[in-house]
């Protein structure tokens, strides 16, 4: 059996999608689904249960689940805004400890979803070299509580028994239930629907023009794609999910408009008060351990992805992963 924790989340629902594509359906979904359109990422998807994450947690304690291969630990807290650091504590840190200590328990393998906002303003570049993870010194408390449980497997020599992945610009289906949260390729397709047109930042910094500014989108379907190949391999550490190869957010409008068969129309709005010295004006995944551990797949490039994205989910009867 597999477990995936936050599972009727995005990337959780996106791994349980890519298990059943490869014919596996015994699988135990573990979230908190309470009054979230979240169930709505699990009807097209193929499980054996359902479990809500505190019912899971007092059954880990026990050792009350048998037969476990391995276990995906996607569930947790990922507001950037969220202040109660507690909250943080025990969701994220404390939490994801457990998980792991039951994984190691079972001798499941285990998949967890550490962050890269962990790297903060980019001071220090983006690569998963672990001197650099140790001087990290993230911006929110979110990423501070990832970043945590990082230190934690390096101070106790437990990242050969773990695959932490640090995502950058996720994009691509099931989001639809994160609202502010959702990624921009989501977002901008609803804008333009309704006003023609999309508003970015202009840029406060002169080596970047207005839209200029560079992050390091990956479709979803290569983040889960790339989950289940660590499931099937017995390697551990902390491992960059990007596509190493940052874009302009121009270059996001640029795909959009064109997946949507419309000319490009973007006005560029000033930089938000509360923004301006935090905004990251750039973010590159340091993707140099594919070729270390001879990862086989491609990742999608920008315009394929946002094509797929917008015409055959976004624009669609359906807009769900669907494994039936």
């Not at 009054?35 to 054996?48: D, P």
């Not at 109660?84 to 393998?109: G, I, K």
């Not at 990242?159 to 390729?185: C, I, Q, W």
Request: with cysteine.
């Amino acid at each position: 059996m597999y477990i995936v924790t936050g599972g009727a989340g995005m990337i959780g629902s996106a791994a349980v999608w890519a298990l059943n594509n490869q014919g596996i359906e015994d699988i135990l979904v573990v979230d908190n689904l309470a009054s979230t359109e979240k169930w709505k990422n699990l009807v097209c998807l193929k499980y054996t249960d359902y479990m809500h994450r505190d019912e899971f947690l007092h059954k880990i304690k026990n050792d009350a689940i048998k037969d476990v291969q391995g276990i995906v630990h996607m569930g947790a807290c990922s507001s950037t805004t969220e202040k109660n650091a507690d909250y943080l504590m025990h969701n994220n840190f404390h939490y994801t400890q457990e998980v792991f200590q039951f994984a190691l328990r079972s001798n499941a393998r285990f998949v967890n979803a550490s962050s890269a906002a962990t790297y903060g303003g980019g001071e220090l570049g983006f690569s998963n070299d672990l001197e650099i993870t140790k001087k990290l010194r993230p911006l929110n408390m979110y990423a501070y509580s990832k970043h945590l449980f990082d230190l934690w497997c390096i101070k106790n020599n437990m990242l050969d028994k773990t695959v932490n992945l640090k995502f950058f610009n996720v994009y691509g289906p099931n989001e639809y239930h994160k609202a502010d949260m959702r990624s921009v390729a989501c977002k901008a397709f609803e804008v333009i629907n309704e006003r023609g047109f999309l508003q970015l930042f202009s840029s406060d910094r002169p080596e970047y023009p207005h839209g200029g500014q560079q992050r390091d989108f990956v479709y979803l379907k290569d983040c889960a794609k790339l989950i289940v190949w660590f499931l099937g391999n017995n390697l551990g550490g902390i491992f960059n999910v990007g596509t190493g190869m940052a874009r302009t957010w121009n270059s996001l409008a640029n795909a959009v408009f064109g997946a949507m068969g419309k000319p490009t129309k973007v006005k560029y709005i000033p930089m938000p008060e509360h923004l301006r010295g935090k905004y990251q004006y750039f973010t590159q995944a340091d993707m140099t351990w594919l070729k270390t551990y001879n990862y086989p797949y491609s990742f999608t490039s920008l315009e394929d992805g946002v094509k797929d994205y917008i015409q055959n989910y976004l624009a669609a009867d359906n807009p769900y992963l669907s494994s039936l």
